[in-house]
């Protein structure tokens, strides 16, 4: 058997996903960690290896943990801080999808507002279609005689 020795990093709420769907699907997971990530709170099982690279690290690296790491991992316990960032990935997701929900809205908006002020123009532009607009404001002939 293998022998890990534990080492903490820092994961993202993706990063913790990704560990959790592999562990639960049995898989092995490549995560890709920044310098200011290789050492943290979140204790992964390494082998010695790994942790070389870790330690030689000049920047970040791609670190490949195996179905039995993960395996290891459920064992000591390693799973359960997994499970308390779920609801923190979850909420994330639903943010997510709420801005983009507002970006397609306000660009479906500023698509109508462009088409109202278009049809306004061309309604404007002819005065048979504008005497009844300007007469319902007040201005009446006189002020599309002015305007052409």
């Known amino acids: 058997m293998t022998e890990y020795i ?3 990093v820092n994961l993202t709420a993706g990063q913790a996903e990704k560990i959790y769907n592999a562990r639960k699907n049995n898989e092995g997971v490549t995560i890709r960690l920044s310098k200011s990530d290789l050492y943290g709170e979140f204790n992964l099982p390494l082998t010695k290896r790994q942790l070389n690279k870790i330690t030689n690290a000049k920047n970040g690296l791609e670190l490949r943990l195996s179905a039995a790491q993960l395996r290891h991992l459920e064992k000591i316990g390693g799973i359960l801080p997994l499970l308390a960032l779920l609801p923190a990935i979850l909420g994330a997701a639903g943010g997510l999808a709420g801005s983009i929900a507002n ?3 306000s660009s479906k908006q500023a698509a ?3 088409r109202h002020n278009k049809a306004t ?4 532009k002819t005065k048979s279609a504008a005497e009844p607009l300007l007469e319902k404001v007040g201005l009446g002939l006189d002020a599309l005689n002015k305007c052409n």
Request: charged share 25%; net charge negative.
């Open 112 to 114: 109508e507002q462009v």
């Open 6 to 8: 534990s080492h903490g």
């Open 103 to 105: 970006v397609v809205n």
């Open 121 to 124: 123009e061309e309604l404007l």
